[in-house]
T-cell receptor
Framework: EAGVVQSPRYKIIEKKQPVAFWCNPISGHNTLYWYRQNLGQGPELLIRYENEEAVDDSQLPKDRFSAERLKGVDSTLKIQPAELGDSAVYLC??????????FGPGTRLTVT | GENVEQHPSTLSVQEGDSAVIKCTYSDSASNYFPWYKQELGKGPQLIIDIRSNVGEKKDQRIAVTLNKTAKHFSLHITETQPEDSAVYFCAARLDSNYQLIWGAGTKLIIKP
């Protein structure tokens, strides 16, 4: 079974530029999560989708972050404009039961 | 809200010895406790989990114990091997919103 796929793996941008991350969850997993992980810390949830509906986006900074999950499969997370403090690893995870979550390799974002 | 504390932050053990990592949580309504292993440059990997109706769970060299009264749970790794070196995260999940609250992580070092 293929795991969660994320791209790109690395991204370096200048502040104020836009950036987008893509995630393809495990086939059949209807729940998709986006997390942000700062160095030396555990992941922090940004948004959770049940199929195409965002059911928990309370921790998504909506002034600059947006996400979508068209057709309830792939998802895109966007930051516009990026700030220096957005440098982190952005992780996507998927789940079929709302218990076990399976993570992708993440996208390491560096904002200069 | 829920808070998860994890100790120690770094653990160094001799190859072949056992390692124990401990976590405490604050919200008695938490009902699911996964443990993740994260290697450098990779996403977290689920290694074992336990639900609140169970006191102990074992999978080969890995075991998790849960004390609901004291609100703490522990990861036990026996016969440690070099490939066990990684950062380990505990987490607790609220039944109300399925959100995982993560500990700060333990860097496990296996000395040859």
């Amino acid at each position: 079974e293929a795991g969660v796929v994320q791209s790109p793996r690395y991204k370096i941008i200048e502040k104020k530029q836009p950036v987008a991350f893509w995630c393809n969850p495990i086939s059949g997993h209807n729940t998709l999560y986006w997390y942000r992980q700062n160095l030396g810390q555990g992941p922090e949830l940004l948004i959770r989708y049940e199929n195409e509906e965002a059911v928990d986006d309370s921790q998504l900074p909506k002034d600059r972050f947006s996400a979508e999950r068209l057709k309830g499969v792939d998802s895109t997370l966007k930051i516009q404009p990026a700030e220096l403090g957005d440098s982190a690893v952005y992780l996507c995870a998927s789940s079929v039961t709302n218990y076990e979550q399976y993570f992708g390799p993440g996208t390491r974002l560096t904002v200069t | 809200g829920e808070n998860v504390e994890q100790h120690p932050s770094t653990l160094s053990v001799q190859e072949g010895d056992s390692a124990v990592i401990k976590c405490t949580y604050s919200d008695s309504a938490s009902n699911y406790f996964p443990w993740y292993k994260q290697e450098l440059g990779k996403g977290p990997q689920l290694i074992i989990d336990i639900r609140s109706n169970v006191g102990e769970k074992k999978d080969q060299r890995i075991a998790v114990t849960l004390n609901k009264t004291a609100k703490h749970f522990s990861l036990h790794i026996t016969e440690t091997q070099p490939e066990d070196s990684a950062v380990y995260f505990c987490a607790a999940r609220l039944d109300s919103n399925y959100q995982l609250i993560w500990g700060a992580g333990t860097k496990l070092i296996i000395k040859p």
